[in-house]
């Protein structure tokens, strides 16, 4: 699975577009970029995932580069419960038996009021 | 539907203890997970089943044993339990056929071992 690269840390101000980037320069053509959150002290909660084009779903929009070399999870109006760790996760969807996520140490994404 | 369950929530063990975790889906999925997580970590595999049946090592699976005897159960055991096993866990499962990636997480269970 292709390695990826985030801040370890970002602020926005509540009511504000977030923007948490991830870079994933060895992304293979069939790999998929993930997000996935993780608010303190709970499970991991998926958010959205996407090959190359642009999603968009009830909790967030995912912007994916041409070259798919990295991605932009965006947070329209982040409120204070979006506090939390952000991980970006780059996988293989396929068939098969290997159904694993490999999850890195994420953005920490701090709302200010 | 509860989702995933995981019990217990908390516990304390001394070392060389030995103690079972169990996590229970009610949303009919084949793949399970147990990860473990420590401070300031992200989350490392420790195993996973893709079905009844069947189990799989995952990154870090030494002093821990899996079983998946019935498809809505997922258990981890601790055989002999070590402080280096302290840290919080969480069972995770996702739906059959065609794997989209969505992986749904219990809240965790807290284990200490002094």
């Known amino acids: 699975d292709a390695k990826t690269t985030q801040p370890p840390s970002m602020d926005c101000a509540e009511g504000r577009a977030a923007n948490l980037p991830c870079n994933h320069s060895?992304?293979?053509?069939?790999?998929?970029v993930y997000w996935y959150r993780q608010i303190h002290s709970q499970g991991p909660q998926y958010i959205i995932h996407?090959?190359?084009n642009n999603e968009t779903n009830e909790m967030a929009s995912l912007i994916i580069t041409e070259d798919r070399k990295s991605s932009t999870l965006i947070l329209p109006h982040a409120t204070l419960r979006d506090t939390a760790v952000y991980y970006c996760?780059?996988?293989?969807?396929?068939?098969?038996?290997?159904?694993?996520?490999?999850f890195g140490k994420g953005t920490l994404l701090t709302v200010n009021p | 539907n509860a989702g995933v369950t995981q019990t217990p929530k908390f516990r304390v063990l001394k070392t060389g203890q030995s103690m079972t975790l169990l996590c229970a889906q009610d949303?009919?999925?084949?793949?399970m997970y147990w990860y473990r997580q420590d401070p300031g970590m992200g989350l490392r595999l420790i195993h996973y089943?893709?079905?009844?049946?069947?189990?799989a090592k995952g990154e870090v699976p030494d002093g821990y044993n899996v079983s998946r005897l019935k498809k809505q159960n997922f258990l981890l055991g601790l055989e002999s339990a070590a402080p280096s096993q302290t840290s919080v866990y969480f069972c995770?499962?996702?739906?059959?056929?065609?794997?989209?990636?969505?992986?749904?997480f219990g809240e965790g269970s807290r284990l200490t071992v002094l």
């Open positions: 995770a499962s996702s739906y059959p056929g065609q794997w989209t990636g969505e992986l749904f």
């Open positions: 060895t992304i293979s053509g069939n790999e998929y």
């Open positions: 996407g090959l190359k």
């Open positions: 996760i780059v996988r293989v969807v396929s068939g098969g038996s290997n159904y694993k996520l490999t």
């Open positions: 949303m009919n999925h084949e793949y």
């Open positions: 089943s893709v079905g009844e049946g069947t189990t």
